[in-house]
Nanobody, 126 residues
Framework: QLHVVESGGGSVQPGGSLRLSCTAS????????IGWFRQAPGKEREGVIC????????TIDESVKGRFTISGDGAKNTVYLQMNNLQPEDTGVYYC???????????????????WGQGTQVTVSS
């Protein structure tokens, strides 16, 4: 059974950086995709970036391109979301999600994923 746990959220000022971690259990990153989503108060959950463990291919939403990157550490079974130049509009609860797939690319769409973490809060404010 797929299980993921997020960590690393917090509060930063605009222009700051945070690194979120998504640690997987019950599976390895090979043959799975990990996606990061966020949900601002009163808004729908939206996908921002994902990574396929086998291919190393990432899909990045335009809203975070150039600021967010994703990477995986197979030895730690963990996927990282590095967020730079954070802005107030990046505020929200960040979730990671997982799905077993042999497709070389992933999708930043909720329906693509089977397992979800509990989320970690990111607040960007001066």
């Amino acid at each position: 059974q797929l299980h993921v746990v997020e960590s690393g959220g917090g509060s930063v000022q605009p222009g700051g950086s945070l690194r979120l971690s998504c640690t997987a259990s019950g599976f390895t990153l090979d043959h799975h995709a990990i996606g990061w989503f966020r949900q601002a108060p009163g808004k729908e959950r939206e996908g921002v970036i994902c990574l396929v463990g086998s291919s190393g291919r990432a899909t990045i939403d335009e809203s975070v391109k150039g600021r967010f990157t994703i990477s995986g550490d197979g030895a730690k079974n963990t996927v990282y979301l590095q967020m730079n130049n954070l802005q107030p509009e990046d505020t929200g609860v960040y979730y990671c999600a997982a799905v077993k797939t042999d497709h070389p690319a992933c999708a930043n769409m909720k329906f693509f994923y089977d397992a979800w973490g509990q989320g970690t809060q990111v607040t960007v404010s001066s």
